[in-house]
Each structure stands twice: as C-alpha cells, then as structure tokens.
C-alpha cells in the first residue's frame, strides 16, 4: 500500500515545499536580483504548473479509497466551472498586478482601472480555488480529496497572506493601489468578457476539454 502512496506523497511534499522556500527570504530577493522580478514570476509560474501536473498525475495513479460517492450528475459540475477558471486565469496573466503573483502584463498599473483585480485582486487563486472545488466534487478518491481539498484551502488563505505581505512590502502605495480593488466583488466581472480575455480563454478551455482524456487518462465529459 505504501509503494503505491510513495509518489502521491513525494510530489505533495514538492508542491508544498516550492511554494514555502523561494518566496521566503534570502531565498527570493537572491532570486530576484538574479533573474529579474518579471523573471522570477515567469521562472516561477512554470515550475509551479510542472510540480503541479506531476501532483495531478501521481493522484490519478494513487490506490483509489472511495470518500465521496461518485455521483452523475457532479461530472457535470468541472464541465460548467471550468469556463469561468479559464477566464480568470487568462485575465489574471494578461493583468499588470503589484498586489498578487502572476500577472504578466507590461506596464504599470493604473489604480483608476483595475480591470480584473475589481473582481479580484487574486484571480489566479481565485481560479484555482474554483477549478479545486469543482474537482473535489467529482473526483471522490482519498487522493483526490486531499489533493483538492489543500488546493482549494491554499487559495483562500493564500489570499490573505498576500495581501498580508503586499501591505508590508507596499507600505503607504498599499492603499492608493489597492482602493478599487477587491478580495473578491462583482464589480470586474465586465473585465472577463472583454475580447483580449473571452477568445483566448475559449481556445485554452477547448484545448483542456481535448488534451484531458490522453493526459489525464480519464475523460472529463459525463
């Protein structure tokens, strides 16, 4: 049993320790001044997402304990969910963002058009906490759940921890730059359906729907 367990928890204690030691200093202002903060966040994206497919794939061939019953009708539920999870995420990198990680937009924010960030000034944890509940729902493993469940867990208070961290960095620019901002409010949802945002989310939502089955293993459709 616990040779079957072994990557599950080799690749949970990556994820957990990549997102504990290069964001604490020495560790990231060494990286940074190496590779540049826009490197750092793009150096730092992809190594994210790469531990992240392999937690996915390690939970997907995990001894399978049953906690939630596999219901129908929840298949449907990533299907529905997932089309808001694509738009915040391209929303969220296209978006110049001082106030979280991961956007990738050149420029400087203007505090007087948020965009995205009225909605949230986290959309990437905000996508990701979606994606993670939804599925929860579907996937009732033991391996699942606890894989989605930390996700879900990480995003929320992932948010408050760097808004947290934001204020200190930021000191006084906190409040100017983050005045129309939100930790979450209906306000930017206009921002999601903007056509820089709403084409390329579409592309990268099909894209998902048709490389889940040969990736994953399992097809995504009820």
């Not at 599950?8 to 290069?22: E, G, T, Y």
Request: glycine share 10%.
């Amino acid at each position: 049993m616990m040779g079957g367990w072994a990557e599950f928890v080799a690749a949970l204690a990556v994820f957990l320790l990549s997102h504990v030691i290069p964001v604490r200093p020495p560790v990231r202002p060494w990286l940074v001044a190496r590779l540049g903060a826009r490197g750092f966040g793009i150096a730092y994206s992809l190594f994210s997402i790469a531990v992240l497919g392999w937690l996915i794939l390690a939970a997907a061939r995990a001894p399978y304990v049953e906690v939630i019953p596999p219901l129908p009708a929840l298949r449907w539920v990533p299907i529905l969910i997932m089309l808001p999870v694509c738009l915040l995420a391209v929303a969220g990198l296209r978006a110049v963002n001082p106030l979280s990680f991961g956007g990738l937009g050149r420029g400087v924010f203007d505090p007087t058009r948020p965009g995205i960030l009225a909605l949230s000034r986290h959309p990437l944890l905000l996508a990701l906490a979606l994606w993670s509940g939804a599925h929860l729902l579907a996937n009732g493993s033991l391996a699942h759940v606890i894989l989605f469940g930390l996700f879900a867990g990480f995003a929320v208070m992932g948010m408050a921890l760097i808004d947290r961290r934001k204020r200190r960095e930021l000191g006084a620019d906190w409040a100017r730059l983050a005045a129309g901002t939100a930790r979450l409010s209906p306000r930017g949802l206009p921002a999601l359906l903007a056509p820089r945002v709403l084409w390329p989310a579409a592309l990268l939502y099909l894209a998902l729907l048709l490389a889940h089955a040969p990736v994953i293993g399992v097809s995504p459709l009820p």
